[in-house]
């Protein structure tokens, strides 16, 4: 409980050496809104065995037992950049950047970002992408239900693989340019996304296909050979 109901507390930036917290540490600090941590936060459960971390980030930054906490904005650096956990900001309504320094980020697990219903973008400081250009593996359900989450989507020039549901209804998104050599797509990848979707794909491509199967009437074909 080492920093709980510390309501004057806004923004807390845990460094480089900071890599375990208790799932209280931050309870009820109704006003933080901004967190920077540059190592893997191994984060303990009440419940947890001895040395069993089964907690994420929403698990510590919450405002109440009944619902998640109000982080708007945060910041990845360091070690912590290669991935984002299953789960790891699950439900939390108010998040709406979340900012990776460098290009190590690869893969991103399941339900990530579901539920995070003001989510905007998951950016790179460099070129601030929606989603960095070196993200190979976007796992299922990463983005359900991020209803503010697109717009325009470029997807990562290297993502190779692409689990199922993971756009499931970003109503937001209303376009989406294949860049990479995706040889699958889930059929429920954009299931309830914007009824108008276009897309932008590589001639003979899995989104082409795609993109018949699930009557995308909007297909610009790139003819370009990966």
Not at 43 to 53: P, R, S, T
Request: with cysteine; aromatic share 10%.
């Amino acid at each position: 409980n080492v920093f709980a109901d510390c309501t004057g507390l806004t923004f807390i930036d845990l460094g480089e050496n900071v890599t375990q917290l208790h799932e209280n540490s931050f309870v009820n600090c109704t006003n933080l809104t901004k967190l920077t941590y540059s190592n893997i936060l191994n984060i303990k459960k009440n419940g947890d065995a001895e040395g069993e971390f089964t907690g994420r980030v929403k698990d510590v930054f919450k405002v109440s037992w009944l619902g998640e906490g109000g982080l708007v904005d945060v910041t990845i650096s360091g070690n912590a950049t290669s991935q984002i956990r299953d789960k790891e900001f699950y439900g939390m309504s108010k998040l709406t950047k979340v900012s990776i320094e460098g290009n190590n980020l690869e893969t991103i697990g399941e339900y990530a970002f579901a539920n995070c219903g003001k989510l905007l973008r998951v950016q790179t400081y460099t070129n601030g992408e929606f989603i960095p250009n070196s993200v190979k593996y976007i796992n299922n359900k990463a983005f359900s239900n991020c209803k503010q989450f697109g717009g325009a989507l470029d997807l990562p020039s290297n993502l190779i693989e692409m689990g199922e549901g993971v756009f499931e209804w970003c109503t937001a998104i209303n376009s989406v340019k294949f860049q990479s050599s995706l040889t699958e797509i889930p059929k429920d990848a954009f299931a309830g996304c914007a009824s108008n979707l276009a897309f932008t794909c590589h001639a003979d491509s899995a989104a082409e296909a795609y993109a018949i199967e699930n009557a995308i009437k909007k297909c610009k074909k790139i003819l370009l050979k990966y």
